[in-house]
């Protein structure tokens, strides 16, 4: 049996359906990122979960236990909100032992477990100072440190790195994936960040317009994304319009083929002869300069300008023009420059590497 | 700042003196705001203070002579006294009652929802739209004597045998007063909650805490600053208050500033009026500055 249930949960604003039929199972230790743009539903759920919002239908199972009508406080969840929520009114280890307070645990013990805590997240010499004096990074850990040292059946981070700038996020990235696997506690984040979510979660639960668009791990839903929403959400994807060729199992697009391998389709379908969509990432793109002198070799992928390039230092990125329609790829930075803007070049990718949808 | 001289550039003597013109700027800047503060405040208060140590007869009016002669009588006339702890305690009371109904008033406002919310802070902040003279005389009406309109129904139903009394009472004073300066309580307790995280009583809530220690550990310490700054003007406002006292006390039960105005207009002995606002703007200025100072001192740390 799964260790956290979520069962048909819904939830409903004003007649509009912030989150609809939501189902989700999720195992012990395991980091789930909860992914999709603002207004997804991501947070509404977050906050069911906590107990901050009540459903307005289904139910969370926590452990075979029905947390559906549980007010947040008996659950026993950890929470790290987005604007970090700590008592302004008290010390970085007042925050950190009010939980414990609240537990009813002795105050011997408080101060050994709020030591070891905030000894984890590195701010053992700020014990005394009061948040307001302290940067948005020291405050998150603070704010996590309060979460985890009620050891919390599950933590639940509601877009924890949203207000740290860039560098300082990455950092963060790292230490709360290592403090996650080092405890093995339960962990849902939200997030709208997809780099912050590959990074971070075992699993990545994609939502849009309150629904599931496709769970699965990082790698998976990147590679096969269960919608179109999913590849256009998840880095970028160029859409190609192509046709199967009859009696054969080949995708053409203009005068270039790619053989048709099972991995090119969602497991378990087929496709018909017809229009078909083609979807390639833009990093599975190669280019190669035409030499106008030569005659053209067959089946080297098809023909596109360079509109323009830029470098972004470990890569170019490179806006290509096929029949007047855009196409992104991206070329690792490995030595020369690439083709100069507005020179005739051959798009080609390995056939493992696209996606076809019928149309 | 550097320590080492060899290391200023000619340019430092330049950035020093564009410092030092910085710094006078906000002099120059407040300069006529300040004279005009200076005539119109500042001078009448001086004057006012000079004027409670002359000498005053009732056939030749103001004597322009040095006495200490109103101080003492003041000082020792067990009537003044009387008057100022009556000024005191009242504005202590109106204090203490606008904290206690004002605080949880807003803490229920802003947890409203969206029309309602608007709606009910109109209400509380309405009666500020009405003149303080008609709000009082409110009161006179409902409690007025036995033709008050709530002691005359209360009679008729036979629930109370005597009208309840209210006019020329100290407690009528201060039921009045407080009504008249709940607003104040309520807005700057407002805008202590404006400030307040709400997920903060979320993060409460998920650490076990329940509604009780919410209120108690997390919201109440985190508005108490707003309280304080609410109950220092209605404190100002309660001891300096005249058209309520003047209507509800009259002219038997006097508080500081009815007292002066009754030295000042009907006994025209205008330096014993004098001493009686002088003592009453020193002790106000007294009990707010130290108060704030300790405010700040307490939550300087705490709430930048």
Redesign the interface.
């Known amino acids: 049996m799964s260790f956290l249930q979520l069962d048909r949960l819904s939830r409903r604003y004003d007649g509009v359906l912030a989150v609809d039929d939501l189902s989700l199972e999720v195992t012990q230790g395991e980091f789930i990122a909860l992914l999709g743009p603002s207004g997804c539903g991501k947070t509404t759920t977050l906050q069911m979960i906590?107990?901050?919002v009540a459903p307005s239908g289904g139910r969370i199972l926590l452990e075979g236990q029905d947390l559906t009508r549980l007010?947040?406080?008996q659950?026993?969840?950890?929470?790290v909100?987005q604007?970090y929520?700590?008592?302004?009114?008290m010390t970085v280890a007042e925050n950190v032992a009010?939980?414990l307070d609240?537990?009813g645990v002795r105050t011997t013990e408080q101060r050994q477990r709020v030591g070891e805590v905030l000894e984890m997240v590195g701010l053992s010499a700020l014990a005394d100072r009061?948040p307001?004096?302290m940067s948005g990074g020291q405050q998150q850990r603070v704010a996590l440190a309060?979460?985890l040292v009620?050891r919390p059946r599950i933590l639940l981070l509601d877009e924890p790195l949203s207000n740290l700038d860039a560098k300082l996020r990455e950092e963060m990235q790292l230490e709360l994936r290592h403090i996650q696997r080092s405890l093995c506690t339960t962990t849902l984040l939200v997030t709208h960040d997809q780099s912050e979510a590959m990074a971070l979660a075992d699993r990545i639960v994609i939502m849009n317009k309150g629904r599931v668009e496709q769970i699965g791990a990082p790698f998976e839903t990147y590679e096969w994304p269960a919608t179109p929403f999913v590849a256009r959400f998840l880095g970028r994807t160029n859409l190609f319009e192509a046709r199967v060729e009859p009696g054969v199992a080949r995708v053409l697009i203009d005068d270039a083929r790619w053989p048709i391998e099972a991995c090119n389709l969602p497991d378990g379908t087929s496709l018909a002869p017809g229009a078909v969509m083609v979807s390639v990432r833009p990093e599975k793109l190669s280019i190669t300069p035409v030499d106008e002198t030569t005659a053209p070799t067959r089946s080297s992928g098809i023909r596109a300008t360079v509109r323009s390039r830029i470098f972004q230092g470990n890569h170019w990125l490179i806006e290509l023009d096929h029949r007047g329609k855009p196409v992104t790829a991206t070329l690792p930075n490995s030595g020369g420059p690439p083709p100069a803007e507005g020179s005739p070049v051959r798009v080609d990718w390995a056939a493992r590497d696209m996606r076809i949808r019928s149309l | 700042m550097d320590n080492n001289p060899v290391h200023q550039t000619p340019s430092a003597g330049q950035a020093r003196q564009a410092s030092r013109r910085l710094i006078s700027t906000p002099y120059l800047l407040t300069g006529p705001a300040l004279l005009l503060f200076l005539l119109i405040v500042l001078s009448p208060l001086a004057m006012t203070v000079l004027l409670s140590f002359h000498d005053w007869n009732q056939y030749r009016g103001i004597i322009e002579v040095f006495t200490t002669k109103n101080w003492l009588e003041v000082i020792q006339d067990d009537y003044f006294h009387e008057v100022l702890w009556r000024t005191l305690r009242v504005a202590i009371w109106v204090t203490l009652l606008t904290a206690m109904f004002g605080a949880p008033e807003a803490y229920i406002l802003n947890r409203m929802r969206a029309p309602w919310r608007g709606i009910f802070l109109l209400v509380v902040l309405g009666p500020l739209l009405i003149s303080v003279v008609a709000r009082t005389l409110g009161w006179a009406l409902l409690f007025g004597g036995e033709s008050g309109a709530v002691n005359r129904a209360l009679l008729h139903l036979g629930v109370i045998q005597e009208p309840i009394a209210f006019m020329f009472t100290e407690t009528g004073m201060i039921v009045a007063l407080t009504h008249v300066l709940m607003p104040y309580m309520v807005l700057s307790v407002w805008a202590a909650l404006q400030r307040v995280?709400p997920?903060?009583e979320?993060?409460?809530?998920?650490?076990?805490?329940?509604s009780l220690?919410i209120l108690g550990?997390?919201v109440f310490?985190?508005v108490l600053p707003g309280i304080l700054a609410g109950s220092i003007i209605v404190f100002a406002l309660a001891a300096s208050a005249f058209a309520t006292p003047a209507i509800i006390g009259g002219r038997r039960l006097k508080v500081a500033s009815t007292l002066a105005y009754d030295e000042f207009l009907n006994s025209l002995n205008w330096p014993l009026g004098a001493v009686v606002a002088v003592i009453l703007l020193v002790t106000l200025i007294l009990i707010i500055v130290l108060t704030n100072r300790l405010v700040e001192r307490r939550y300087a740390?705490?709430?930048?």
Do not use: C, K, W
Request: glycine share 12%; aromatic share 12%; hydrophobic share 45%.
């Open positions: 906590a107990g901050f007010r947040p406080a659950r026993g969840l950890g929470v909100f604007s929520a700590l008592f302004p009114h009010f939980g609240m537990q009061y307001r004096r309060r979460a009620i | 995280d997920n903060t979320n993060a409460a809530a998920s650490l076990g805490a329940g220690s550990r997390i310490p985190q740390e705490v709430f930048r």
